[in-house]
């Protein structure tokens, strides 16, 4: 599947920081980093935790219950405790609109 679904208003993102959103029943993360936007699954793949209730620094994203980091352009785990790469989704913005393709 290859379509583009409507995640948010670009003018609701926080500068440098991250929010949750529910975009077609999915709970995702969308960053902000240098007026740059990246999106990946909310949900921590350690535990229960979602990261919009972390602290972005710069492209890393720091779980707030282990302090794991990811890297937010790919998801990558970036270290301890985490084993498992955070599913990222490809971001297209169209008239002051976040698109992603799911
Ligand atoms: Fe995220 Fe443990 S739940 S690092």
Excluded: M
């Excluded at 583009?4 to 920081?17: H, N, Q, S, V, Y």
């Excluded at 990261?51 to 779980?63: A, K, R, T, V, Y």
């Amino acid at each position: 599947d290859t379509a583009w679904t409507e995640a948010a208003a670009l003018g609701d993102l926080p500068e440098d920081d991250v929010i949750g959103v529910t975009v077609a029943g999915r709970d995702v993360a969308l960053y902000t980093v240098e007026g740059e936007v990246f999106a990946t699954d909310n949900l921590c793949t350690h535990g229960n935790a979602r990261l919009c209730d972390g602290f972005l620094e710069g492209h890393e994203i720091e779980c707030p219950l282990h302090q794991g980091r990811f890297d937010v352009r790919d998801g990558r785990a970036l270290c301890a405790p985490l084993t498992e790469a955070l599913r990222s989704y490809p971001v297209r913005i169209e008239q002051g609109k976040v698109f992603l393709q799911l």
